[in-house]
């Protein structure tokens, strides 16, 4: 049973930073997906970024490529999502979410960036840029 808690959202200045953590509870395997989410009054969910707990393996959202960087702490059980240079469309409830990763028939195995293929939730924290 995994359970995601947020924390560290806030109000800021456009150009100014804010760090975002998710504590991970209940991980028995590595073999998660790992995924910061937000959304905007009105707009749809948009996947931030993906990564593999295992490996740390990263994909970013072109709208935050350069600005968000995610950071992973095992032995705390902590997901950081450090995000710098804001501008106020950044303005959103931001979702920590996890998943047990697809195995490929290969081997190996894959993440997924779409909202739907995340099933465990956290209840999100505020972001507001102005």
């Known amino acids: 049973h995994v359970q995601l808690v947020e924390s560290g959202g806030g109000s800021v200045q456009a150009g100014g930073s804010l760090r975002l953590s998710c504590v991970v509870s209940g991980l028995t395997s590595s073999r998660y997906c790992m995924a910061w989410f937000r959304q905007a009054p009105g707009k749809e969910r948009e996947g931030v970024i993906s990564?593999?707990?295992?490996?740390?393996?990263?994909t970013y959202a072109d709208s935050v490529k350069g600005r968000f960087f995610v950071s992973q702490d095992h032995s705390k059980n902590l997901l950081s999502l450090q995000m710098n240079s804001l501008k106020p469309e950044d303005t959103a409830m931001y979702y920590c979410?996890?998943?047990?990763?697809?195995?490929?028939?290969?081997?190996?195995?894959?993440?997924?960036?779409?909202?739907?293929?995340?099933?465990?939730w956290g209840q999100g924290t505020q972001v507001t840029v102005s």
């Open positions: 979410a996890a998943q047990p990763a697809g195995a490929r028939a290969s081997g190996g195995y894959w993440c997924n960036r779409a909202s739907a293929f995340y099933k465990i």
């Open positions: 990564i593999f707990w295992r490996d740390a393996r990263t």
